[in-house]
């Protein structure tokens, strides 16, 4: 296995990341410096920063629902509570697939596996997340939904074609294939709708369903599958 993809698996970091700490000088393979991002490695011994890796560990994914006030990010400069913290059980280093704001609920995957996060992430394979907003503003007009389908002008560009659909008069169901930051709250805004509460129900194929706030699950050997095809579609 190439020592990149040897650190992604490893929890390191994703495998792109991963090179750069390998080209930064940071890693050594049996006690030699190795910049070669490339280089095969078997059971040599590997160390980034003078301390040992061990080897690839089992990718594990698990769907969370993050509870509100919870930060995704993996720690927090303001010891505000992190969705890392709330997987019990598991010493391995995990991350966050994504973001969602402290202020949303909802699906949150999180992974020992760089690879998979960045394939589930990469804006080219396009990984659908589907969005139920509550606004206010008033009862939802046709034109509202018109345009949040067909696109809106932000402050970084234009969005992309999305699904939106009401389920009552001030919840809007809606479904991206991009995810930049605060979207959901800055389109739902721009067609006079402030979001007062967001939740996030589906990650590609899957869903959050009846898991309570902060409680969590490992994804199954096919719901890894299915994401795993839908990103390479
Ligand atoms: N869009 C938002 O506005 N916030 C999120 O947390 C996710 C999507």
Redesign the pocket.
Known sequence: MRLAKYLARAGVASRRAAAEIVRAGRVRVDGQIERDPAREIDAQRVELDGSVIAGPEEPVVYALNKPLGVV?TARDSHGRRTVVELIERDSRRLYPVG??????TGLILLTNDGELANLLLHPRYEVS?T?R?TVGGGPVKRAALVALREGIELDDGRTAPARARLLAPQVIEIE?RE??????????EAVGHP?SA?E?TRFGSLELGDLAPGAYRRLTDDELAALRAQARR
């Open positions: 995704s973001r969602l704001d402290a202020q949303t997340k969005y907003a991206l995810g930049r930051k605060r979207q959901v709250r800055r389109m739902c979001v967001l996030r």
